[in-house]
């Protein structure tokens, strides 16, 4: 396993985490990803550290918590030999104060989250959205204590635009707190819009990249194809429109290119989709989830071996996307304004 640390922190994480949103199934949409319990999450989690992942990700609105409480009682015993992620901020009741990121929610929202996990700390403390209704200064005042006070190890940040990100790091470097070293982010062979903003802003200011569904809302698996009908057991049916939207045409001619790289390379859809992303600027970690301990290993091949330059130039040209104002006008001025993934 290799280890990457997370943007310009000194933390080291494997480039490949496991995504605990399976562990639960607390509600329709939970179960449509995964029902896993303590037996089978304790199983799990074995093989990842055991294959040398050391990075676990959760959040607190995973099925009401549940995730948390399943991972909790999984990783016991095993604390110091890995790290833990969560995350806070989308509403966890009916309140109006049960949701967004100011001093009362996230307070609160982390000594339940540690609860739950049954631990002290917390290792990366995720912001999952922006609040656009509390001050930023608010916000990270508040996260430069749980960081001072020890209950939480680093900050990060999820869903953010460029704006979002660059104002709260602004605001951090003003007042010497904490900066987010860390944005968890959808980035996938069907979905590249991150390399347009909110990469060169982390190669610029050092925010690493926590990649979640790297396989496309579930749809990179090797069971969708041109002419085929759908898999019989998926998530995407119930699922879909709270994902990336993807048109048919685009889907089948990405996982085409793929499957001629797999006979290239004997190695899965999944492995290809989730190896291209590991050579990409500014990615810490990739983070997977998985139903079985058959699923988990197969994406744990994804490790161990690198595309070649010209099959990741042909996944570059099937996966490539137009872009939007202003950042097509932005690539014709590469001499100063380099693109940090170049056109395929």
Not at 58 to 83: C, D, F, H, P
Not at 308 to 315: C, E, F, P, Y
Request: glycine letters at 10%; aromatic letters at 10%.
């Amino acid at each position: 396993m290799e280890y990457r640390q997370l943007g310009g922190s000194g933390l080291k994480v494997s480039v490949l985490s496991f995504g605990a949103g399976t562990f639960g199934g607390g509600n329709e949409f939970f179960r449509a990803w995964g029902e896993t319990g303590v037996d089978e999450a304790k199983r799990l989690i074995d093989v990842c550290l055991d294959a040398g992942v050391n990075l676990f990700d959760t959040a607190n609105v995973y099925s009401k918590g549940l995730s948390e409480e399943i991972l909790g009682k999984a990783v016991s015993g095993k604390r110091q030999q890995l790290l833990i992620s969560s995350k806070a901020t989308f509403p966890m009741g009916d309140g109006p104060n049960d949701l967004g990121s100011s001093r009362h929610h996230l307070i609160r929202s982390c000594e339940d989250s540690l609860r739950r996990l049954g631990t002290d700390y917390i290792d990366v403390y995720h912001m999952h959205g922006f609040d656009a209704t509390t001050p930023v200064e608010e916000t990270l005042a508040t996260l430069d204590n749980l960081v001072t006070s020890g209950k939480v190890r680093y900050i990060a940040c999820s869903n953010f635009s460029g704006w979002h990100l660059m104002k709260s790091l602004a605001a951090s470097d003003r007042y010497g707190w904490t900066r987010y070293v860390g944005h968890q982010v959808y980035y996938s062979l069907l979905g590249r819009e991150y390399e347009w903003e909110l990469m060169p802003l982390g190669l610029d200011q050092k925010v690493g990249a926590l990649i979640w569904s790297p396989l496309g809302w579930g749809r990179l698996t090797g069971k969708i194809r041109r002419g085929q009908p759908p898999p019989e057991v998926s998530r995407l049916p119930k699922t879909a429109a709270m994902g990336p939207q993807v048109s048919d045409e685009h889907l089948f001619k990405v996982v085409e290119a793929i499957d001629e790289v797999a006979k290239e390379t004997g190695k899965s859809v999944p492995q290809i989709a989730l190896n291209w992303l590991l050579q990409r600027p500014t990615v810490s970690t990739v983070i997977f989830g998985a139903r079985n301990e058959e699923q988990l290993k197969q994406n744990l091949g994804a490790v161990g071996w690198n595309l070649t330059a010209a099959q990741i130039a042909k996944l570059d040209a099937a996966s490539k996307v137009a872009r939007v104002y202003p950042y097509w006008h932005q690539a014709q001025f590469a001499q100063r304004n380099p693109l940090p993934v170049p056109e395929a």
